[in-house]
Nanobody, 123 residues
Protein backbone atom coordinates (compact mmCIF):
# COMPACT_ATOMS: atom_id res chain seq x y z
CA UNK A 1 0.00 0.00 0.00
CA UNK A 2 1.33 3.40 -1.01
CA UNK A 3 0.69 6.48 1.10
CA UNK A 4 1.29 10.05 -0.05
CA UNK A 5 1.34 13.11 2.19
CA UNK A 6 1.60 16.60 0.75
CA UNK A 7 2.96 19.64 2.56
CA UNK A 8 4.22 23.12 1.82
CA UNK A 9 0.99 24.78 0.79
CA UNK A 10 0.69 28.41 1.84
CA UNK A 11 -0.38 31.86 0.78
CA UNK A 12 1.88 33.82 -1.54
CA UNK A 13 1.92 36.97 -3.59
CA UNK A 14 1.80 36.84 -7.36
CA UNK A 15 5.33 36.57 -8.64
CA UNK A 16 6.47 34.72 -5.56
CA UNK A 17 7.52 31.13 -4.99
CA UNK A 18 6.44 28.08 -3.02
CA UNK A 19 7.81 24.57 -2.80
CA UNK A 20 5.49 21.65 -2.24
CA UNK A 21 6.62 18.29 -0.93
CA UNK A 22 5.08 14.86 -1.34
CA UNK A 23 6.35 12.32 1.18
CA UNK A 24 5.65 8.78 0.04
CA UNK A 25 5.76 5.41 1.72
CA UNK A 26 5.22 1.91 0.43
CA UNK A 27 6.25 0.27 -2.80
CA UNK A 28 6.12 3.20 -5.17
CA UNK A 29 8.57 1.73 -7.66
CA UNK A 30 5.92 -0.45 -9.23
CA UNK A 31 4.19 2.61 -10.63
CA UNK A 32 5.23 4.64 -13.57
CA UNK A 33 4.36 8.22 -12.69
CA UNK A 34 4.34 10.44 -9.64
CA UNK A 35 2.36 13.53 -10.46
CA UNK A 36 1.01 16.74 -9.07
CA UNK A 37 -2.58 17.70 -9.82
CA UNK A 38 -4.47 20.77 -8.69
CA UNK A 39 -8.09 21.71 -8.28
CA UNK A 40 -9.38 25.26 -8.13
CA UNK A 41 -12.77 25.99 -6.55
CA UNK A 42 -15.55 25.07 -8.96
CA UNK A 43 -13.17 23.56 -11.49
CA UNK A 44 -12.07 20.08 -12.46
CA UNK A 45 -8.87 18.60 -11.13
CA UNK A 46 -6.06 19.06 -13.64
CA UNK A 47 -2.61 17.60 -14.11
CA UNK A 48 0.22 20.02 -13.41
CA UNK A 49 3.45 18.02 -13.61
CA UNK A 50 4.69 14.46 -13.47
CA UNK A 51 7.93 12.55 -13.22
CA UNK A 52 8.50 9.15 -14.75
CA UNK A 53 9.76 7.07 -11.88
CA UNK A 54 11.99 4.77 -13.88
CA UNK A 55 13.19 7.24 -16.50
CA UNK A 56 13.25 10.50 -14.58
CA UNK A 57 11.43 12.16 -17.46
CA UNK A 58 9.55 15.27 -16.40
CA UNK A 59 6.30 16.43 -17.91
CA UNK A 60 4.43 19.72 -17.49
CA UNK A 61 1.12 21.27 -18.33
CA UNK A 62 1.51 24.20 -20.76
CA UNK A 63 0.14 26.59 -18.12
CA UNK A 64 3.09 25.92 -15.78
CA UNK A 65 5.89 25.16 -18.25
CA UNK A 66 8.94 27.26 -17.41
CA UNK A 67 7.59 28.24 -13.99
CA UNK A 68 7.21 24.94 -12.12
CA UNK A 69 9.80 22.22 -11.62
CA UNK A 70 9.12 18.69 -10.44
CA UNK A 71 11.94 16.72 -8.87
CA UNK A 72 12.53 13.83 -6.50
CA UNK A 73 14.85 12.80 -3.70
CA UNK A 74 14.66 9.05 -3.36
CA UNK A 75 16.85 9.07 -0.25
CA UNK A 76 14.21 11.22 1.44
CA UNK A 77 11.23 9.47 -0.19
CA UNK A 78 10.04 12.84 -1.42
CA UNK A 79 8.82 14.40 -4.64
CA UNK A 80 8.95 18.18 -4.87
CA UNK A 81 7.11 20.79 -6.88
CA UNK A 82 9.00 24.07 -7.02
CA UNK A 83 6.60 26.80 -8.08
CA UNK A 84 8.07 30.11 -9.22
CA UNK A 85 6.54 33.22 -10.81
CA UNK A 86 3.26 32.31 -9.21
CA UNK A 87 0.04 33.61 -10.71
CA UNK A 88 -3.36 34.13 -9.14
CA UNK A 89 -4.68 31.33 -11.34
CA UNK A 90 -2.29 28.89 -9.64
CA UNK A 91 -4.56 29.01 -6.60
CA UNK A 92 -6.03 25.66 -5.64
CA UNK A 93 -5.60 22.46 -3.72
CA UNK A 94 -2.55 20.54 -4.91
CA UNK A 95 -2.57 16.75 -4.83
CA UNK A 96 0.21 14.22 -5.22
CA UNK A 97 -0.65 10.96 -6.96
CA UNK A 98 1.02 7.85 -8.29
CA UNK A 99 -0.04 5.21 -10.77
CA UNK A 100 0.73 3.31 -13.94
CA UNK A 101 -0.64 5.81 -16.43
CA UNK A 102 -0.46 5.32 -19.40
CA UNK A 103 -1.36 8.97 -19.86
CA UNK A 104 0.10 11.20 -17.19
CA UNK A 105 -2.69 13.73 -17.43
CA UNK A 106 -5.56 11.31 -16.89
CA UNK A 107 -6.78 10.89 -13.31
CA UNK A 108 -7.95 7.32 -13.83
CA UNK A 109 -4.33 6.29 -14.36
CA UNK A 110 -3.49 7.01 -10.73
CA UNK A 111 -4.16 4.48 -8.00
CA UNK A 112 -3.10 6.44 -4.93
CA UNK A 113 -3.72 10.05 -3.92
CA UNK A 114 -2.72 12.29 -1.07
CA UNK A 115 -5.20 14.51 0.74
CA UNK A 116 -3.92 17.74 -0.75
CA UNK A 117 -2.31 20.97 0.35
CA UNK A 118 -3.77 24.42 -0.23
CA UNK A 119 -2.03 27.10 -2.29
CA UNK A 120 -3.45 30.60 -2.40
CA UNK A 121 -1.90 33.26 -4.63
CA UNK A 122 -3.02 36.86 -4.28
CA UNK A 123 -2.37 39.83 -6.51
Amino acid sequence: QVQLVESGGNSAQAGGSLRLSCLYSGYIYGYYYVAWFRQAPGKDREAVAAIGWHTGTTLYAPSVMGRFTISRNTAENTVFLQMDSLKVEDTGTYYCATGPGPSWTVMSGYNFWGRGTQVTVSS
